[in-house]
């Protein structure tokens, strides 16, 4: 069993950062892919970032390539996604989800993952 939880939401202006992160709680953290989701208000759930389960490989949707930046640290059971350049439309709930089955690749596609938070909002003022 894994428990995940975000934080690091909040309401930043346009062309401004912020980190999320997603504690996780369970003996096998380690042993998980891990990817961020977004939802925005009328809108389909979208893959953002994944991480393959030993951090060396990540992927990333087209829409914030360049500008997010997925971590993870195995040691303190953390993943992060660092957001830069953020805009209007990034505004969304954010959620991190783990899978023990799927590499990043497939995460950032995953319609289903074996774990998910419930979420952190992020609010991109213009």
């Known amino acids: 069993q894994l428990k995940l939880v975000e934080s690091g939401g909040g309401s930043v202006q346009a062309g401004g950062s912020l980190r999320l992160s997603c504690a996780a709680s369970?003996?096998?953290?380690?042993?998980?892919?891990m990817g961020w989701f977004r939802q925005a208000p009328g809108k389909d759930r979208e893959g953002l970032a994944a991480i393959d389960s030993d951090g060396t490989t990540t992927t990333y949707a087209d829409s914030v390539k360049g500008r997010f930046t997925i971590s993870k640290d195995n040691a303190k059971n953390i993943l992060y996604l660092q957001m830069d350049s953020l805009k209007p439309e990034d505004t969304a709930m954010y959620y991190c989800a783990a899978d023990l089955g799927q590499n990043s690749e497939e995460v950032v596609r995953a319609i289903s993952m074996d774990y998910w938070g419930k979420g952190t909002l992020v609010t991109i003022a213009s």
């Open positions: 369970g003996y096998t953290y380690g042993s998980y892919s």
